[in-house]
């Protein structure tokens, strides 16, 4: 039985970032069937909010007459009321929402995470050490009790970082399409997750991919430009807008 985990995790990559996705949706689907969570804390409520609006298919809602008596905590009301944290969580969320529940929103994003991960695990470890990896984060309990069965957030930024440096493992080995754009990808699920943590994750990866551009000789930089560089600016600039 291990040979055949070993030979699974070795020569069908794809098919192991599904896998590991769908069975970490199961696990939180699992966990939440004993106890559907409640919000308990006050970011959880304000991304709630959030997903609440994205559902209704409004991007945020109009300030109420009487707004002074209904300030509360992580929420605005001026200029408009709505959540004050940045949307991919609440969009996440939503699409819960529209499914039947918030948390089911939570356990997707925990499925993706998850995935990234072994796809970020394979770009830098051999496959047998990738499956080891992937079965350490799905299994881990802050991944699935506190991130699957909350509502403010950890898995997108975590799904995000993961895309990121996976990519980066795959332009170490020379210019790619496909990691370029999965890197623009995981550097936009940073800046509208956790703006801040992700600049100071984006940075290194950035900087290597500048250096390694701007120091190749002709045609090799315009190679890394054609097959890297404009993919993500035109990625990045679509994420922007």
């Known amino acids: 039985m291990a040979t055949v985990f070993w030979k699974f995790a070795a020569r069908r990559r794809g098919r ?9 949706i199961v696990l939180a689907a699992t966990i939440s069937a004993f106890r559907v969570p409640v919000p308990r804390i006050h970011d959880e409520f304000s991304v709630l909010l959030a997903a609440d609006t994205f559902a209704s298919g409004r991007l945020t809602n109009p300030t109420h007459p009487l707004w002074k008596h209904f300030e509360t905590f992580h929420v605005i009301h001026q200029p408009s009321y709505a959540s004050k944290y940045p949307p991919l969580q ?14 089911i929103g939570a356990w997707l994003a925990t499925g993706l995470a998850v995935a990234a991960c072994c796809w970020m695990f394979q770009g830098w470890l051999p496959g047998r050490w990738a499956l080891v990896g992937v079965c350490l984060v799905a299994l881990h309990h802050g991944v699935q009790f506190y991130w699957g069965q909350s509502y403010w957030g950890g898995a997108v930024p975590m799904m995000g970082g993961a895309l990121l440096y996976g990519a980066w493992a795959r332009l170490r080995r020379g210019p790619r399409l496909s990691a370029a754009i999965w890197m623009a990808v995981g550097v936009g699920v940073l800046a509208n997750s956790r703006p801040f943590e992700g600049m100071v994750a984006s940075v290194p990866v950035l900087a290597w991919l500048a250096h390694r551009w701007l120091g190749a000789r002709d045609p090799g930089r315009w190679v890394w430009f054609r097959q890297v560089v404009a ?5 990045l600039a679509i994420i922007a807008g």
Request: glycine share 14%; net charge neutral; with cysteine.
């Open 16 to 24: 192991l970032v599904v896998c590991s996705g769908l069975i970490a």
């Open 231 to 235: 993919p993500a600016a035109v990625v």
């Open 90 to 103: 609440g969009v996440v969320l939503a699409m819960g929402t529209v499914a039947g529940h918030p948390i």
